[in-house]
């Protein structure tokens, strides 16, 4: 029954964080109509930034703000100097569907080379907030930790705020009819690449927590070749690709079911699945609902 | 002389779409454009509103050059623009999809104030404030996209090819609305329609575009009356 | 017309393998390490051009597929102990197998869902080898094609040896796969390409098409996995991480992803950035964190570059050029269109 409860609770959380990251990369792709392949990596760099703070400020809430800061900033960065070249080059041909992923790719492999140049391969820390001892219930030790219960939490707070920011304000309002038709949106006044940017760096500022919160709820430390960071893209993708790529709520359904199935696969199954497990859940997914869980269209093409 | 578009050439590629038009317009004066498919109606609508660019040539309204914004700009300056195929975005609300015409309005109350007026010129949209914008009927989608285009209080407005794929009762009643609107609001209007004889006989003037290029203009009522005009595009 | 055009693409090919042989005699072993491993990379790119290039299928897991086709031929070699050749054939044949299955589970995705996919089999694929002790886990198992034969002579090394069996390998599959994509089958993925609806009602069986692709690519690959860890000498999952992958694709970009004709490009490009990076880091006199992650730079820099301005490859891309002129041309000549009737 412990096990259960333990197992449960570990997918939750580590299904919390997927869900950021399959937020970030909705957000990315309901502005752009790109699958920003580099999302991960953004994150590791924002996790330097938290780093950096970090170590100057010993304090975790400062490092997540700079983070997130820091995340939001350079992804504004690169949709003005890279995505806006790019999309404006690749318009047509049969390398156009093509071209981003391809680009996304290698902006993922210069990211990654940076980072390593200036930071180094090491595994640097990030201390957490509050212990990562888990709750006691009786004689018995769940996994479910007061660093656990905060990560939900935030990630809670978070999907609420975004939600309300989409649905009650005029900045979402725009952010939602410049993904839908930025034609209409642009004849209604709106600043569309402004818009865009804006998404983008709201999803480099939850990438952020994505990743501030995977060190920390893991290992404590990480590196450029982070196992945790490896894994984040795919499973952010694969939760995103489950709640339809086109909702928020989606991403996060999307995010606790691939948390839960995998957690619950990894304990009753076998551990060593850990790494092809997430590639049968998405195959699976795109087999028997390839809309997604909340999407509504037919066919998945991109 | 407010509209003042002159030797306007546009490009596709190595195609040349609208090839030296020249036209002005006073304020309050609907003009309706009409010529065969592939004239280069649509293309002109959008290198006035922004969305293409001019190869050559000069456009402004009211001294304000067209030519060089982008769109998100003219509206601010009073220019609408309701391009073709029902320009309302599905996924959003009527309410939301009228807010977005006047999303870049600072003045709240001054944003519901309108909203209340352009409801009360389409009342089936108060009707469905709260219903997507896909569950609309074609003539409703269209109400809303003039609705949303009006949200901003323009002074110009252009309308792309309105009566597209409507039934004959609702073009009379949408045509009967634009009529009501330019004259009561003061608009000024240019109206690119396929249903010539419709659009000619609500506008005040007529241009005639026949590959890009203008072929006869003028009085609408003369126009309705010039024996070649009504063999190549009114049927009789 | 048909016969006459193979042969003379083989007979470019006999001289081109007389001289390459011929060149291998005279450098030294580094080299002709390096140009085993030029021709590793080109079969594995050419197994991308088919699948990305023809058949616009993307893929972030031909690393996977390497795999899969090494461990095969290692397994086989070891257990079995099957000569050379045999193993490499069971090589393309499980590789073939696994793109068989991956192909009729990717068939219905396309873009960002299948690169996605084929990403996280990349990942994913590699690890599944600590699992079973016949693959030898984390340390792999070893891969020796054995010594040249004596009649080779003493001077022949067996770096020479690797070159000249990847050489040899990489000579007739690119061979075979010119031919291949000259033929119906490459058509077919071609107009599967561009434009999936129309391929249909044309008649083609888009869907049997992508899976023959998968299926092709992936025996392409696995012989070139099999052929890298000749050059390793053993297999074992740390070959075959996600970045090998990757790297393929910008290697087979730069190449020129529609044809194969650059494909050397690309082989070249992949084996030479390291060396540059080497030369590069050490005039800088860089710290050690840099020059380890140079030739990473480099390469994915050049994929951005690449994509961004030279997207079909740089053959492509100068007959494109030459197709625009000429279609600009003869617009130019076309009479101006005239105004019907007197309106």
């Known amino acids: ?302 | 002389m407010s509209l003042v578009v002159s030797h306007v050439t546009v490009h596709h590629g190595a195609i040349c779409a609208v090839n030296d038009v020249s036209f002005t317009l006073t304020q309050g004066e609907l003009t309706a454009v009409i010529g065969a498919n592939g004239a280069g109606k649509t293309t002109l609508l959008r290198t006035l509103s922004g969305l293409n660019k001019a190869t050559q040539g000069s456009a402004t309204w009211k001294d304000q050059d067209l030519l060089h914004s982008k769109p998100e700009h003219l509206v601010r300056s009073g220019i609408s623009h309701v391009s073709e195929g029902k320009a309302v975005i599905p996924e959003l609300t009527v309410a939301e999809n009228l807010d977005l015409g006047a999303i870049w309005r600072r003045n709240k109350k001054e944003r519901i104030v309108t909203r209340d007026e352009v409801t009360s010129i389409f009342p089936r949209l108060g009707e469905r404030l709260a219903q997507r914008a896909d569950t609309l009927s074609g003539g409703e989608r269209q109400m809303l996209a003039i609705g949303r285009a009006l949200m901003s209080k323009p002074q110009l407005l252009l309308l792309d090819e309105p009566s597209l794929g409507l039934a004959p009762l609702i073009i009379e009643q949408i045509f009967q609305t634009i009529r009501e609107l330019t004259t009561s609001m003061g608009l000024t209007v240019v109206l690119v329609e396929q249903n010539a004889m419709g659009a000619l006989k609500i506008a005040d003037t007529g241009i005639v575009l026949n590959l890009g290029s203008v072929a006869i203009a003028g009085n609408a009522a003369s126009l309705i009356a010039d024996p070649q005009v009504r063999a190549a595009y009114l049927g009789y | 017309m048909h016969k006459l055009k193979s042969v003379h693409h083989l007979g470019f090919f006999i001289v081109f393998g007389f001289i390459l042989f011929l060149a291998s005699n005279r450098v030294d072993e580094l080299r002709v390490y390096q140009g085993a491993s030029v021709a590793v990379f080109v079969i594995a790119i050419a197994s991308l051009i088919l699948l990305t290039g023809y058949s616009g299928q993307v893929s972030v897991g031909q690393g996977a597929l390497m795999a899969i086709g090494a461990y095969g031929a290692a397994v086989v070699r070891n257990e079995l102990h099957v000569p050379i050749l045999l193993s490499f054939f069971v090589a393309v044949l499980v590789a073939a197998a696994g793109g068989a299955l991956l192909g009729a589970a990717a068939a219905r995705l396309s873009g960002p869902y299948l690169a996605g996919t084929t990403l996280a089999l990349a990942i994913g694929i590699p690890p599944l080898a600590n699992q079973f002790s016949i693959l030898g886990g984390e340390q792999g198992l070893a891969f020796d094609v054995g010594n040249p034969p004596a009649s080779l002579g003493e001077d022949f090394t067996k770096y020479k040896w690797f070159f000249w069996i990847a050489a040899l390998a990489a000579l007739i599959s690119m061979w075979l796969l010119s031919n291949i994509l000259r033929s119906r089958y490459g058509r077919n993925w071609r107009a599967g390409r561009s434009n999936e609806v129309a391929a249909q009602l044309s008649g083609i069986n888009t869907v049997r098409s992508k899976i023959l692709a998968f299926t092709l690519s992936a025996g392409i690959a696995g012989l070139a996995g099999a052929l890298l860890s000749m050059t390793i000498g053993t297999v074992s999952p740390s070959a075959f991480t996600y970045y090998l992958s990757l790297i393929l694709l910008a290697g087979a970009f730069v190449s020129g992803i529609s044809t194969l004709s650059g494909v050397m490009i690309g082989a070249v490009v992949l084996v030479g950035i390291p060396e540059i990076a080497d030369v590069v880091a050490n005039r800088m006199g860089s710290s050690e964190n840099i020059s380890t992650n140079l030739p990473g730079f480099l390469n994915y820099a050049l994929l951005i570059v690449t994509v961004l301005f030279v997207p079909n490859g740089p053959v492509e891309q100068h007959h494109a050029r030459q197709a625009r002129k000429a279609a600009k041309k003869k617009i130019k000549s076309l009479p101006k269109p005239s105004m019907e009737g007197n309106t």
């Open chain 1, 1 to 302: 029954m412990i096990q259960f409860i333990n197992t449960t609770l570990i997918g939750i959380t580590a299904g919390s964080i997927y869900a950021l990251m399959a937020i970030s990369l909705v957000l990315v792709w309901r502005s752009t109509r790109v699958i920003n392949f580099a999302q991960a990596r953004m994150a590791l760099l924002s996790t330097y930034f938290g780093y950096e703070a970090m170590v100057r400020t010993n304090s975790f809430w400062i490092a997540l703000l700079v983070a997130m800061l820091g995340g939001g900033l350079f992804a504004a960065l690169i949709e003005l100097v890279f995505m806006r070249f790019l999309l404006k080059r690749s318009n047509s041909g049969p390398i156009a569907s093509v071209a981003p992923i391809i680009a996304t790719l290698g902006l993922y492999g210069v990211i990654r080379a940076v980072t390593a140049s200036i930071w180094g391969g090491q595994e640097l820390q990030i201390v957490a907030p509050v212990s990562n001892v888990g709750y006691s219930i009786g004689t018995e030790t769940l996994v479910f930790s007061p660093l656990k219960l905060l990560i939900l939490i935030s990630v809670g707070v978070l999907v609420l705020l975004l939600s309300l920011l989409f649905q009650k304000t005029n900045i979402g309002l725009a952010l939602r009819a410049s993904a839908f038709s930025p034609e209409i949106a642009s004849l209604s006044g709106i600043k569309v690449d402004l818009v865009r940017t804006l998404g983008w760096s709201l999803s480099g500022a939850v990438g952020a927590m994505a990743g501030m919160f995977q060190t920390v709820d893991g290992a404590g430390t990480f590196s450029p070749d982070s196992i945790g960071f490896t894994l984040l893209f795919v499973s952010g993708f694969i939760a995103a690709v489950i709640g339809g790529l086109e909702s928020l709520v989606g991403a996060v359904i999307g995010g606790l079911l691939l948390g839960l199935v995998i957690s619950f696969v990894l304990m009753y199954i076998s551990s060593s699945l850990f790494f092809i497990a997430p590639f049968v859940v998405l195959l699976l997914v795109l087999f028997i609902r390839p809309q997604g869980i909340i999407g509504v269209k037919a066919a998945r093409r991109a």
